[in-house]
């Protein structure tokens, strides 16, 4: 059971570049969530997901899009990165809320660290 | 103003030292209430949920007052361990459902020395 497992760990992009982060969960979750961390501001949702094939946008989701097409995994694609895009990304997991557990524990991933040149 | 807000600290404190960490939040709908511990360039993970009656873990204690938005964690009995970043967490209701979304706070750096 490894929980949830983010590739890559690390990435430096060119601005202009794309690439896609690839976020999986083996518990079975409903719920997952892509956020972003930056000193001073705290952990912001860009994009989340209640359940397969469907994503729903966050607090700050602008140059981001994400995909749902299988429960377990959960993608976040930059199509053209920028400097501000320079972040530690986070994806989470959690329960659906009525399942007999706190829809709102939420399981986190190692993180990938994404810096943008 | 931020929707959750903490004192960023740092607080150094001495092993055995009590410490005790506050945080706002500015949306009275609020329902469900965390405190989540963080290390340094690592992932978030629950440290305990906060109820409205307050709760106890071990030598964690957290408390909720619904009338002032604030919520507060001590830690009695500071542990070399206990040093890392904790992050205050609310979640917002919005429009009548809420798929545990939750709001963090910026977090309180606490370190604990020998």
């Known amino acids: 059971n490894a929980g949830v497992t983010q590739t890559p760990k690390f990435r430096v992009l060119k601005t202009g570049q794309s690439m896609t982060l690839l976020c999986a969960q083996d518990?079975?979750?409903?719920?997952m969530y892509w956020y972003r961390q930056d000193p001073g501001m705290g952990l912001r949702l860009i994009h989340y997901?209640?359940?397969?094939?469907?994503?729903a946008k966050g607090e700050v989701p602008d140059g981001y899009n994400v995909s749902r097409l299988k429960k377990q995994n959960f993608l976040l694609g930059l199509e053209s990165a920028a400097p501000s895009q320079t972040s530690v990304y986070f994806c989470a997991s959690s329960y659906k809320a009525g399942q007999g557990a706190n829809a709102y524990e939420q399981y986190f991933g190692p993180g990938t660290r994404l810096t943008v040149t | 103003r931020k929707e959750v807000e903490q004192d960023p600290g740092p607080f150094n404190v001495p092993e055995g030292a009590t410490v005790a960490f506050n945080c706002t939040y500015s949306?009275?709908?609020?329902?469900?209430f965390f405190w989540y511990r963080q290390d340094c360039r690592k992932e978030p993970k629950l440290l305990m949920s906060?109820?409205?009656s307050g709760n106890e873990d071990g030598r964690f204690t957290a408390q909720l007052n619904r009338a002032s938005q604030y919520i507060s964690l001590l830690i009695r009995d500071s542990k070399l361990s206990d040093s890392a970043t904790y992050l205050c967490?609310?979640?917002?209701?919005?429009?009548?459902?809420?798929?545990?979304?939750?709001?963090f706070g910026q977090g309180t750096i606490l370190t604990v020395h020998p």
């Open positions: 967490v609310v979640n917002q209701r919005v429009g009548g459902t809420s798929y545990g979304k939750l709001t």
């Open positions: 949306n009275s709908a609020s329902q469900s």
């Open positions: 997901s209640v359940g397969e094939g469907t994503t």
């Open positions: 518990m079975n979750h409903e719920y």
């Open positions: 906060v109820y409205s």
